[in-house]
């Protein structure tokens, strides 16, 4: 059976809190270290079930950006797409 992949927005410490700023309606861990082991341990649930997850790096400068390049404004809904994106642009880039 082939491993599915999943791309998962992965937030740096000093960025965190710019994020729960520019996307209020999302459901925040209070504290990065909340949202790290919360992350963590999601991908071992995913990993049970024969999902691999690309950790998709983003800040909020490159976000904002990409959603502009997009058409779009910045919202939470968003950052899966953002992530997605990530995983399909790295694997054509490895195919080369």
Do not use: Q
């Not at 791309?7 to 729960?20: H, I, K, L, P």
Request: with cysteine; aromatic share 12%; proline share 3%.
């Amino acid at each position: 059976m082939m491993k599915r992949i999943a791309g998962m927005a992965w937030f740096d410490a000093d960025d965190y809190e710019a994020f729960r700023l520019l996307l209020p309606d999302r459901l925040w861990h209070d504290t990065y270290d909340e949202w790290l082991a919360n992350a963590h341990e999601t991908m071992k649930h995913l990993a049970k079930r024969r999902v691999s997850v690309a950790k998709a790096p983003v800040r909020t400068t490159s976000f904002i950006a990409w959603c502009e390049k997009t058409g779009r404004e910045p919202a939470s809904e968003l950052l899966a797409e953002f992530a997605l994106d990530f995983v399909k642009n790295r694997d054509k880039h490895r195919r080369r």
